[in-house]
């Protein structure tokens, strides 16, 4: 069954939530926990939003298998903040980052990083539009600052199926596939992701960071852009998004209850009930080139004749399935299957494929 409120909402994100989540949210804005307070109106430095701080670091060290060695913070400023509070947390005046350029995201947290140091593009594909993950090179260099890796590409439809392990510090950008799979979280320094797919609403970003990292910033920074002052205040530095954490809280306990085992091999169904039929449908063909990089997240696909772009996003619309334009700078189709995305959401989109070509093939 689909789990969706109204219409089945592919959207890239803010993206879909599933119906208990958004039903317990929306519950809270009028009376949270029958405190006779709505959750939009207590105090951030109080005991009731230090319970939520407490619980929501909890279940994303346990969801991450994390141990006390690491920090769990939430910040303000999404992804792009984070492109640049690493490098000017991380990358001193002479130092050189490691990137590795694996589509739109990551290319935008590159050009961040080299307002504040050297940046060595290690791999890319941006010759070939992104339509496979970039070749790593045989060896990374040992001396650099840091390692920069976009475990998701959201725009282009790739995925890396496994984190490498690197000698330097590595830090991964998971906006859009952390908690989709199981996964070794430890091999990275530090790692992050925007609430506004897989963890909730936009306007917070969960970064997690070795305790480590703390003592290797490079710079005498204001408050509000370090990452050890963020830590040190208990992510209370300044107001936090209260809702926007509560919101997330609430993912994390479903995606506790779920288990993240059970919620990858609903993501590998999903995944493949949808290429399969773009594969087998006449009328689409898929965007990735190499099969094996494919995204479980973002499906990026396109139609053989470009009149029925437009026409099958307006059928969809028609039939309640919202959402799966592509990015501009890709076109087409794109169809996000984060993990509020059921498989029978999927079946839907794809009975509607089948549709389409019948309609088409008269
Ligand atoms: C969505 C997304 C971002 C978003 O960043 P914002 O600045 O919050 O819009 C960053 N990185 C990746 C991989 C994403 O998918």
Not at 18 to 41: E, K
Not at 155 to 165: E, F, L, N, V
Not at 180 to 197: E, L, P
Not at 256 to 285: C, G, H, P, V, W
Request: hydrophobic content about 40%.
């Amino acid at each position: 069954m689909t789990n969706q409120p109204l219409k089945i909402n592919f959207n890239s994100g803010p993206a879909a939530l599933p119906l208990p989540v958004l039903q317990a949210a929306s519950a809270a804005v009028i009376n949270y926990n029958d405190t006779g307070l709505s959750i939009l109106g207590i105090p951030h430095r109080g005991k009731l939003f230090a319970a939520i701080l407490e619980e929501a670091k909890s279940l994303v060290k346990e969801l991450c298998g994390l141990g006390d060695d690491y920090e769990v913070l939430w910040m303000h400023g999404g992804g792009r903040l984070q492109f640049a509070m690493l490098p000017m947390n991380f990358l001193g005046d002479g130092e050189t980052a490691g990137y590795i350029d694996s589509g739109y995201w990551a290319a935008d947290a590159i050009s961040y990083a080299k307002y504040y140091g050297n940046v060595a593009v290690l791999a890319s594909s941006k010759e070939d539009n992104y339509t496979h993950l970039p070749v790593w090179p045989d060896a990374i260099p040992k001396d650099l600052a840091y390692l920069h890796i976009t475990t998701n590409n959201t725009i282009y439809g790739t995925q890396c199926h496994d984190i490498p392990k690197a000698d330097v510090p590595l830090i991964a950008d998971m906006s859009s596939d952390i908690f989709s799979r199981q996964m070794d979280y430890t091999n990275c320094d530090a790692f992050y992701a925007v609430a506004q797919k897989n963890i909730g609403a936009a306007g917070v970003t969960m970064v997690a960071i070795k305790k480590a990292m703390l003592q290797r910033i490079r710079r005498t920074l204001p408050p509000m852009l370090s990452y050890a002052a963020h830590a040190q205040a208990g992510s209370v530095l300044n107001t936090p998004p209260v809702f926007a954490i509560y919101t997330a809280l609430l993912m994390l306990r479903w995606t506790k209850e779920k288990t993240i085992a059970t919620i990858e091999k609903e993501n590998n169904e999903k995944a493949n009930a949808l290429y399969q039929e773009i594969e087998r449908n006449s009328l689409f063909d898929g965007i990735v080139s190499n099969t094996a990089d494919r995204s479980k997240m973002n499906v990026c696909f396109t139609a053989k004749q470009p009149e029925h772009e437009k026409a099958f996003v307006n059928f969809c619309e028609a039939n309640n399935v919202t959402g799966i334009e592509g990015h501009r700078s890709v076109g087409a189709f794109r169809a996000s299957l984060y993990n509020a995305i059921s498989l029978a959401d999927v079946q839907q989109l794809v009975a509607l494929m089948q549709e389409f070509e019948n309609l088409n093939n008269k």
